[in-house]
């Protein structure tokens, strides 16, 4: 694979874009985005096509608004940008409130599990008098004493500490339970911290693009509709052949354009909550959006070895031959598939491979989608999942089973890493970095998901 330095893609990129508006963004120009350089240079141009393109269609809606003037407008974005620096300083001071609770319920947890520990020190000790005293007989301990009176007294004592095992019991019962109630209840002020973190960032961002919005409002003439239309026009005709160039989907026989995927993305929505950003950017993760759903065969069900599509070379472990095997046999056959041509994930450097579509799910994860998926989409028979509409409801579902419905940061966070792994983040190494990665790639990147959805949506 040939590499190219960071300034000579910028040649590239620059030498493509500027080429393309020279010649006046005209349509039966083919653009190539095969090679490595090539998918560069294209990502470069439609990105700066798109931040061009949402300042014209923001120029064109003030030009059109004839019956708002200029400085109406300016005042909106100045009080939205007075708002969310309120909201900031609000958030600030709950992260500081919240940090002090945090502490003292830390504190408090602490303080409770030493009086357990000092508690089942106690409850030992008990337990141990009380066995010392099991060990004699009542004859033994008649004749072991001069008088009744401290034969009672014994009994006295034995009954003193059966009362103190009672009471140390039920002592640890509270405090375990005090203790589980005040984790429970500093892990959500945890995540009510990480959430409020997360959306001052989100405002911060906000106040940025309203402030440059007012700058460009304040060079606007409103006698350039015409010249704002045809920008649009032009601009947005050329940013669908870039996104038409680069969204190809490799080994499915299908491609999804982004348009596409928002399409689906936005059913995902209305029937599971899951919000398209966050989705779009986890199946980007995946696979590209399908761009690349695998590149290996099943060769043999035994052992669950197979071969590279590409190269021919055998590979091992390509899927788990009890666990996955025998329900990938059932799904391609209900398909009517062939179950040694269907393209699935090539094995990582650990576990198995197996991955199917764009969403990547392997067979004995799928059957557990299957109804549910054919239900909502109104599917008669079996769902495919390399089929994208189907794939992309299944991830909503799963998505919307690990608590993504919820559209704060944490939640989202905990989803993405269950998605990986499994489990919660923190527990399998990579799910972090990986959930880190997805909640990047939908909101907070200059080229975000969120990005191309506004740009999606202004082209309408």
Partial sequence: MVYFKKPILSMIAV???????????VSAQIIKCDTSAEKVACQNA????????????????????????????????????????LDIKAKNLLILTLGNDIASRQSHIDDLESHINKGKDSLADLMRKMGELDTYSMPEVLLSKSSISGFFTDVDTFQSIQDGLQRTFYQLQS??????????SLTKRQNTEIDARYAIQQQQASIQRDQAEQK???SISKKDEKAYTDLVTAKSAFA?????????????????????????????AQKTGVQPAFLLALLTQETN?????????????????????????PVAKVMNPTRDVPPFISIVKGLGYDPYKAVVSCPQSIGWGGGMGPA????????????????????????SPWDPQAAFMAAGIYLSDLGAGSPSYSAQKTAAC??????ACGYVSGATSYANSVLSLAYTSSNSVQSKINALQGLR
Avoid at 243 to 268: C, D, E, M, R, S
Avoid at 372 to 377: E, K, T
Avoid at 418 to 423: A, I, Q, V
Wanted: glycine letters at 10%; charged letters at 10%; aromatic letters at 10%.
């Fill in 216 to 218: 460009q409002l304040l």
């Fill in 360 to 383: 990547q799910f392997i067979a004995s994860t799928w059957v557990l989608f299957e109804d549910r998926v054919a239900s909502v989409l109104g599917i008669s028979g079996t769902p």
């Fill in 289 to 313: 959006l399908g761009g690349n759903v695998g590149t290996c065969y099943l060769g043999n069900t035994s052992n669950g070895s197979g071969v590279n599509v590409r190269t021919g070379v």
């Fill in 418 to 423: 269950k998605y990986y792994s499994g489990r």
């Fill in 175 to 184: 405090d375990q339970a005090s203790t589980t109630v005040e984790k429970d």
């Fill in 240 to 268: 669908a052949q870039i996104k038409a160039a680069l969204f190809p989907l490799a080994g499915g026989g299908k491609a999804i354009p982004f348009g596409t995927a928002f399409q689906y993305a936005q059913v995902v």
């Fill in 46 to 85: 439609l990105n700066q096509v798109n931040a061009e393109l949402n300042q014209a269609n923001a120029a064109l809606a003030t030009a059109q608004a004839k019956s708002s003037s200029l400085t109406n407008d300016i005042a909106v974005l100045q009080a939205k940008v007075k708002a969310a620096e």
């Fill in 15 to 25: 030498a493509f874009f500027v080429f393309v508006v020279h010649i006046g963004y």
